[in-house]
């Protein structure tokens, strides 16, 4: 891959990684339209630190006070029911079931899960999945009303985003619409989540980068996609806190159905290749 390939996929990780339209699929499709194929798990993971990167940066108040609230805990300086304390137990928790199925599942998700039929669907499926539940949500929760349960169920619904085409903000997001949470609520608690889960999986990438060298994987272009992605990310994450206060996600819904509708088309008519560079 060459440097402006990996700088234009660069933007769209920017562009997409938070936006419920799953990041993932668009990157797997520019690949092949830019002629690269797909560019890979490898590649896909380690772009993404700089788009959590993003999110270290604008949370980073929150981050700080919850993480020394959480060791606080810990060590009995803080009360246990205190309320950053009690975020980052959930933040844990909620992370358990990506680190478990991504590890379980890690051979498929580099082989089966790259398929463009695959992507088409869940872009469909999922897009009306959190279309129903923005319209049919109650909206009464806050994060001060997140259980145990709800992390849980969070963390279920972001490691869906496995499968490309899902998306880990759409994921959390519709999760968090059918449990009765409010928009910011649900996009906030979606954000923190998948601190752990971006940064654990795109370091993961790296040592398996390290100790098997792929002659196709270039470090350059990947380190400069890396930056890009965390400018264009934290200016997507300003975007979108300020969208979920006012409005609707209906827009997305419309763009991931259309999106998944125009691949279908384009995988039947035989133009583009379900598998290729996979």
């Known amino acids: 891959m060459g440097w402006l390939e990996a700088f ?5 990780q920017g562009l997409t990684e938070f936006l419920p339209i799953s990041s993932s699929a668009h990157i797997r499709i520019f690949g092949q339209w830019l002629g690269t194929g797909d560019p890979g798990a490898t590649f896909t993971a380690i772009i993404q630190i700089g788009t959590e990167l993003a999110v270290l940066v604008y949370f980073w108040g929150d981050i700080v006070r919850i993480i020394r609230a959480w060791f606080g805990s810990l060590r009995g300086t803080v009360a246990k029911d205190d309320p950053d304390a009690r975020m980052g137990w959930l933040v844990i928790v909620g992370s358990i079931p990506i680190v478990v199925l991504g590890f379980c599942f890690q051979d498929v998700i580099r082989t089966n899960f790259r398929s463009l039929w695959l992507v088409a669907a869940m872009l469909i499926l999922f897009g009306i999945i959190l279309g129903l539940a923005d319209v049919l949500g109650r909206r009464a929760k806050t994060l001060d009303n997140l259980s145990w349960r709800d992390g849980l169920l969070f963390g279920g619904a972001q490691a869906l985003a496995l499968i490309p085409g899902v998306s880990r903000s759409g994921g959390t997001i519709t999760a968090g619409r059918i449990m009765g949470y ?24 790296v040592l398996t980068a390290f100790r098997e060298p792929d002659p196709n994987f270039a470090w350059g272009p990947t380190l400069m996609a890396t930056v890009v992605t965390f400018a264009v ?11 979920v206060e006012t409005r609707s996600f209906m827009p997305f819904v419309l763009y991931r159905i259309a999106l998944g509708t125009l691949l279908l088309m384009l995988l039947i008519s035989g133009v583009l290749d379900p598998m290729a560079g996979a």
């Open 8 to 12: 234009m996929l660069a933007v769209v």
């Open 233 to 243: 990310g934290w200016v997507v994450i300003k975007f979108l806190m300020k969208w």
């Open 182 to 205: 409010d928009r910011p609520s649900a996009a906030r608690y979606g954000f923190l989540l998948a601190i752990p889960a971006v940064l654990g999986s795109g370091g993961y990438e």
